[in-house]
């Protein structure tokens, strides 16, 4: 199946027998931006729900999560600390359970902070970003065409290299 725009939500797998029942809800991952609003969904039933973020249950914060204990939860305002994975428990009565697979929320990451410590003959720069899960850094030297790969980590070391004649 390919997702697109009408197909793009949470989907359920009802298993049973003779003992009773479970649904587990897939869920799908949310890729967002610092101040965006998101919302996973963990479907429709008459029951008691509890949303969990990083496997702490949650609780409703005015003005930035709301529905904690309701079938959809809502992130407003998305902050670069709200990334991780979110999921839902459903208690309907004896004999079943609805759990939910558990969807990641990205958050792009930005740079908070470049700096730069300067000791005897070297420099190093730190490049500090947040948002996640997983930043990667790359370092680019612009001087060069084109700009090429210096370095694949949080900071740079440089070695100043002063030219003499003899």
Known sequence: ??????NERSYLCHIFNAAGFVVVIAMIDQFANVGDSVSFNCGEFDAEYVWLYNNTMLVD???????????????TNVT??????????VNNGPGGSVNSDEATLHVAPYIV????AIVNDSVTYTCHGDGGPGNSYIWFNETTQPATVVS???????????SFTH
Not at 63 to 74: D, E, K, Q
Not at 113 to 116: A, V
């Open 80 to 89: 670069s600390t709200d990334w991780g994975t979110y999921g839902c428990y």
């Open 113 to 116: 902070t470049i700096s730069e």
């Open 1 to 6: 199946m390919v997702l697109n725009n009408t």
């Open 152 to 162: 694949t980590t949080q900071q740079l070391f440089i070695i100043r290299m002063e």
């Open 61 to 75: 914060e005015p003005g930035h999560i709301s529905g904690a204990n309701s079938s959809v939860l809502y992130i």
